[in-house]
């Protein structure tokens, strides 16, 4: 069955340290990857995505994330966090061939960042 | 996001009673998706709907679950018959195409079975 690892539970950083949240998945052939971040109180916004391309991938506030084919991985990364950053993430893989609207779903990541 | 509504926020129910949630996709969108978040886990997809037509059921539980998106009003996941199992998180989000992936997502509605 297709699978989406998010490896921390639950990260807590100080304000202006580097943040890194690692997102596996499972081999399924093309895939389009995404960010999602729930911040409190509020629903999911996408955060960033990579369909094809510079496998680069800049999102909105100043989050990055990079697609490594070799290693099934998509992870997100922001230089220096803030306090405000303090939600959830989801990595979320939507995979190629029937049911290709279906996104799946790691079960999230919760940083806290504090002042 | 000028949004996708999703009515009640919260709703508590016995169990062995009905519940009716609501999604509003948002303007000029006509595919609606249903996930389902458990408590630690992740969305899980449920259902995706168009227009007066069910695409994708394959995430739905067999039993007591239904929905719908009628060609007017909001699209309504109905669970009879709650179990205290049902308890968690429905998420409705919409997109403009079906296959980009690109959701907009609601802010859920969390149900819990007393």
């Known amino acids: 069955a297709q699978s989406v690892s998010q490896h921390n539970h639950h990260v807590i950083l100080s304000e202006a340290a580097s943040l890194e949240l690692g997102c596996n998945y499972s081999?399924?052939?093309?895939?389009?990857l995404f960010w999602y971040v729930q911040y409190p109180g509020q629903h999911l916004q996408l955060l960033l995505k990579?369909?094809?391309?510079?496998?680069l991938v800049k999102g909105i506030k100043g989050f990055e994330a990079e697609f490594i084919k070799s290693k099934f991985s998509f992870n997100l990364r922001k230089p220096s966090v803030q306090w405000s950053d303090t939600a959830e993430y989801f990595c979320?893989?939507?995979?190629?061939?029937?049911?290709?609207?279906?996104?799946?779903f790691g079960k999230g990541t919760k940083l806290s960042v504090i002042p | 996001n000028a949004g996708v509504m999703q009515n009640p926020r919260h709703l508590v129910r016995r169990r062995g009673q009905e519940a009716r949630l609501r999604c509003s996709p948002m303007?000029?969108?006509?595919?609606v998706y249903w996930y389902r978040q458990l408590p630690e886990e992740g969305l899980k997809f449920m259902v995706y709907?168009?227009?007066?037509?069910?695409?994708?059921e394959s995430g739905m539980p067999k039993e007591r679950f239904s929905a719908e998106f009628p060609k007017e009003g909001p699209s309504i996941l109905r669970i009879q018959q709650v179990v205290r199992g049902d308890s968690a998180a429905y998420f409705c989000?919409?997109?403009?195409?079906?296959?980009?992936?690109?959701?907009?997502f609601g802010e859920g509605s969390r149900l819990t079975v007393l």
């Open positions: 081999y399924g052939g093309t895939v389009n």
């Open positions: 709907l168009q227009k007066e037509n069910i695409i994708d």
């Open positions: 990579y369909f094809s391309g510079d496998p």
């Open positions: 303007k000029g969108h006509s595919h």
């Open positions: 979320a893989v939507q995979y190629s061939g029937a049911g290709s609207y279906q996104l799946t």
């Open positions: 989000a919409s997109s403009q195409e079906g296959s980009t992936g690109e959701l907009f």
